[in-house]
Nanobody
Framework: QVQLAESGGGLVQAGGSLRLSCTASGSTFGLNAMGWYRQGPETQRELVATISVSGSTNYASSVKGRFTISGDSAKRTVYLQMNSLKSEDTAVYYC??????????????WGQGTPVTVSS
């Protein structure tokens, strides 16, 4: 089992920035990627960004140019720097881990989520 511990959510004004962090622990052998998903008040959970253990990244088109995902493989930690936040970025952000699957596959481990609220 893999446990994911998230931090960094909160309330921010539109145009502001936030940084999310997530650390994986437990049985991380075979960890291929970590990433972030989000679920808004009236939307389904969607991909935000993913980073492989080799550093390849994948972003949702809605966040390209505003969000940056980075990682520290040794610490099993992934970060999401969110700039130029918009009200539509308001959501619960979930850390995700992909173990034993292709790095662009569906995650098989999830964090509990951290809320991000962007006020206009």
């Amino acid at each position: 089992q893999v446990q994911l511990a998230e931090s960094g959510g909160g309330l921010v004004q539109a145009g502001g920035s936030l940084r999310l962090s997530c650390t994986a622990s437990g049985s991380t052998f075979g960890l291929n990627a970590m990433g972030w998903y989000r679920q808004g008040p009236e939307t389904q959970r969607e991909l935000v960004a993913t980073i492989s253990v080799s550093g390849s990244t994948n972003y949702a088109s809605s966040v390209k140019g505003r969000f940056t995902i980075s990682g520290d493989s040794a610490k099993r930690t992934v970060y999401l720097q969110m700039n130029s936040l918009k009200s539509e970025d308001t959501a619960v952000y979930y850390c995700a881990a992909i173990v034993g699957r292709p790095w662009l596959g569906q995650p098989n481990y999830w964090g509990q989520g951290t809320p991000v609220t962007v006020s206009s």
